[in-house]
């Protein structure tokens, strides 16, 4: 029960998500065309609202619900990192014709071939878990 309200949150993400077309393919195709800005306004929306929710929880030293304090830790730049993983998610972006996020909702609106993309992904992220202490971090 003490989840339910992490439940409402990812219904309402999936309202979102199907209301605002960002689940569409068609969509994410005129995105990687250049042939319309609405993709490009929904991720910009979402950097700056995650950059501002960043800065006001370093300010304000905002804490988790469970009391923890919430720490960035800065990263270690390698070109050959962010390339490597940029085109591990490129593929599969344009393999599965969807990012993470609106898997979940694409399987909830009834595509149901999304639940071999889910099932794929949790095997991709299980086999990095194997191997990442052997992989350059």
Known sequence: MKYI???GIGILFGIIMTKS???SWYRIQ???RFQAFHMYGIIGSA???GA???QLIKR???RSLQGAVIEFNDKKMSIARYLF???IFGLGWALSGSCPGPMY??????FTVFAIVILSAVVGTYTYGLFKDKLPH
Do not use: D, Q, R, S
């Open 21 to 23: 077309e960002a689940v």
């Open 60 to 62: 304000y030293e905002i």
């Open 52 to 54: 501002i929710g960043v």
């Open 47 to 49: 950097l700056v609202v």
């Open 30 to 32: 005129e995105m990687f």
């Open 85 to 87: 993983g940029g085109i």
């Open 5 to 7: 309200k992490f439940l």
């Open 105 to 110: 909702t694409l399987l909830g609106n009834g």
